[in-house]
C-alpha cells in the first residue's frame, strides 16, 4: 500500500466533504480541488456561511421550519392564512411545497416519521406542538402531506387519531398518476390508487 | 412568484454549496438540510476545515502538487527516484497515478493544458519550471501523463519540443483498450490507436 500524496489537512477536508450527500469519496476530492482553486470567491466563503448559518439559523419555536429569525418567516406572515396547517415530514418537503405554490397556509414540521423498527416513537417527533396547536379555534384544516410509504401512512394513520379530539379537519394528499407520467412505467400500487380515486372527466 | 421561504444566511449557504462541482442547486439545498442536522459532528468541523486548507495547503515550490509542507511529501520523500518526473495537468491526476501505485518517481504539475481557444498559453502554466527541473543532470526521463483530448495533445507536442534541448528521454502514456473495456462499447479512435500500437502477444 503506497503512502498517500494527500496531506493531513487535505485528507480532513475531503473526508468531511464526503460526508454529505451528493459526494461521494471521489467527488469529494474533485470538490476540494475545486475549492482550493478558488479560495477567496468560494472556499473562505463557504467556511463563513457554514459558521454563520450553524449559528443563526434555528429551528422555529411555532413550526418547526429553519430560519434565522423566530417565529420563521412563514409564520409571522400576516397574509397567509392561520386556518390552514400543513404538516411535512422535513424542512425540505416545506420548499418543495412552496416551489410548487401550492399552499397558501402555515406549515409544521415532524422532523422524521414514525418508525417503530427504527425505534422511533412519537416523543421524538414534533407531535405535542401540532396537537396544541390544532386545538386553536382559529385551525379549521390540517392537510397531511407526507410521504406515500409505510413510515409515512403509519405517521399519518396515528395524526388522524391524535388529531380527532382537536375537532379539526384532517385531510390528505390524493395519490394518483403523476403529472407527465406514464402508465406503462407506473407501478401497480399507484396505478391501482389513482383507479379507487378516480373521478368525473 | 412566491416569496422564498428560505431565509438569507441559509440562502447564502446554498448557493456557494451549489457552485461545488457534483453538487446542483437542488442536490445544495439537501446538503445544507443535512448540515443543519449534523452542526457538531460535520458542520463546524467543516467550516474549520475549509478555512484551514485554504490557509495550509499550499503549491508545492518544486513541482507544484498541494500540501501543507514545501517542498511536497513527494519530493521530500528520498526514496522515490528523482530521474524520473512524470507531469500531469492536475493535482487530481497526480491523485489518480499515486492510487494506481503505477509511478515511482516525482511529479510536475502544470496547472492545466494549453488551450488557444480559452486563451492559455505556456506563460500561464507551470512549464518554465519542467524546463528547468529538466535541465538537471540527475533527471533521466518525462513522462507526460497528459489527458488524450486535442488540448492534450497539442500540449504533450509543446513539451516535448521544448524538452529536446535538455537532452532527457521524453515519454507518452500508452492509449488502447482500457482493463475490462469491451470492444464494442469503445469508440472508433481508441480501437484505431490500439491496432496501430499492437504488441505481440
Redesign the interface.
Known amino acids: 500500500m503506497?503512502?498517500?500524496?494527500?496531506?493531513?489537512?487535505?485528507q480532513?477536508?475531503i473526508d468531511?466533504?464526503a460526508?454529505?450527500?451528493?459526494?461521494g469519496p471521489r467527488?469529494a476530492?474533485?470538490?476540494?480541488?475545486?475549492?482550493?482553486k478558488?479560495?477567496e470567491p468560494?472556499?473562505?466563503?463557504?467556511?463563513?456561511?457554514?459558521?454563520?448559518?450553524?449559528q443563526?439559523?434555528k429551528a422555529c419555536s411555532i413550526c418547526g421550519?429553519?430560519?434565522?429569525?423566530d417565529p420563521?418567516?412563514?409564520c409571522a406572515?400576516p397574509e397567509r392564512s392561520g386556518a390552514v396547517i400543513c404538516v411535512v415530514q422535513?424542512?425540505?418537503d416545506?420548499?418543495a411545497l412552496?416551489r410548487a405554490?401550492a399552499h397558501k397556509g402555515r406549515y409544521h414540521v415532524l422532523g422524521g416519521l414514525l418508525s417503530p423498527l427504527d425505534g422511533i416513537g412519537p416523543e421524538e417527533l414534533n407531535i405535542g406542538g401540532l396537537i396544541a396547536r390544532a386545538g386553536d379555534d382559529a385551525v379549521k384544516e390540517v392537510i397531511l402531506a407526507l410521504a406515500a410509504t409505510v413510515d409515512g401512512q403509519t405517521t399519518a394513520h396515528y395524526l388522524t387519531e391524535r388529531l380527532e379530539e382537536t375537532g379539526v379537519t384532517v385531510t390528505r394528499l390524493s395519490q394518483g398518476v403523476p403529472v407527465g407520467g406514464e402508465l406503462d412505467y407506473l407501478d401497480e400500487g399507484t396505478i391501482a390508487a389513482a383507479m379507487k380515486t378516480r373521478r368525473p372527466a
Open positions: 503506497p503512502q498517500s500524496p494527500i496531506g493531513p489537512e487535505l480532513r477536508l468531511l466533504l460526508k454529505m450527500p451528493g459526494l467527488s476530492k474533485r470538490a476540494a480541488l475545486y475549492l482550493l478558488k479560495r468560494v472556499m473562505r466563503p463557504l467556511a463563513f456561511a457554514l459558521d454563520d448559518a450553524a443563526k439559523v421550519n429553519w430560519d434565522s429569525i420563521c418567516a412563514i406572515d422535513d424542512v425540505g416545506l420548499w412552496e405554490g
